[in-house]
Antibody, heavy 122, light 111 residues
Framework: EVQLVQSGAEVKKPGESLKISCKGS????????IGWVRQMPGKGLEWMGI????????RYSPSFQGQVTISADKSISTAYLQWSSLKASDTAMYYCARTQWPFSSTSPFDYWGQGTLVTVSS | QSALTQPASVSGSPGQSITISCTGTSSDVGGYNYVSWYQQHPGKAPKLMIYDVSKRPSGVSNRFSGSKSGNTASLTISGLQAEDEADYYCCSYAGSSTYWVFGGGTKLTVL
């Protein structure tokens, strides 16, 4: 069974750093792209970026380029999303998701994690 | 402002059919046959309902169908059921610089 299990909710202060995780299981982790999607409170979905764990090839939405860093550790089948200096506007639910087809970055997301709620408040 | 435009809300009675539109440009919806639709119930992760404009993943009811004409994609749900009440998001591939863009979402109410 394919599963993506995300790390737990976080409460941080503005300016702090943060790294959240997404552990994949039940499939070949290095063969499928993993992406991150933001959902701000009461708002819609926003595509942030994707990574291919096989070689760490990473693509970002222009809206998120330079704002976050996506990485992966294939030895433990885990993808990450990190911030170096959080802002209140980073408060959101963050989902990781796997592409439907192996090797293909033009494939939609078919399996999703449960989401990680990040709250940034002073 | 979202890259793709969806109506904020639609509604229908049980058994009826509804259609949700998703309007983009020739750089996204109109340029690729990579439009997908996601269903999201409150407090839950999104679920893939349609991919590649009109294909259904295994396990998705055939009451859900997708189509595209020019720069506008559409999701049609026939035989509305109470469990269909949710938010629906379209998503389109937009080339190798932007990658994927979502619509703003449509809240479906089953009356």
């Amino acid at each position: 069974e394919v599963q993506l299990v995300q790390s737990g909710a976080e409460v941080k202060k503005p300016g702090e750093s943060l790294k959240i995780s997404c552990k994949g299981s039940g499939y070949s982790f290095t063969s499928y792209w993993i992406g991150w999607v933001r959902q701000m409170p009461g708002k819609g979905l926003e595509w942030m970026g994707i990574i291919y764990p096989g070689d760490s090839d990473t693509r970002y939405s222009p809206s998120f380029q330079g704002q976050v860093t996506i990485s992966a550790d294939k030895s433990i089948s885990t993808a990450y999303l990190q911030w170096s200096s959080l802002k209140a506007s980073d408060t959101a639910m963050y989902y990781c998701a796997r592409t439907q087809w192996p090797f293909s970055s033009t494939s939609p997301f078919d399996y999703w994690g449960q989401g990680t709620l990040v709250t940034v408040s002073s | 402002q979202s890259a793709l435009t969806q109506p904020a809300s639609v509604s229908g009675s049980p058994g009826q059919s509804i259609t949700i539109s998703c309007t983009g440009t020739s750089s996204d919806v109109g340029g690729y046959n990579y439009v997908s639709w996601y269903q999201q119930h409150p407090g839950k992760a999104p679920k893939l309902m349609i991919y590649d404009v009109s294909k259904r993943p295994s396990g998705v009811s055939n009451r859900f169908s997708g189509s595209k004409s020019g720069n506008t994609a559409s999701l049609t749900i026939s035989g509305l059921q109470a469990e269909d009440e949710a938010d629906y998001y379209c998503c389109s591939y937009a080339g190798s610089s932007t990658y994927w863009v979502f619509g703003g979402g449509t809240k479906l109410t089953v009356l």
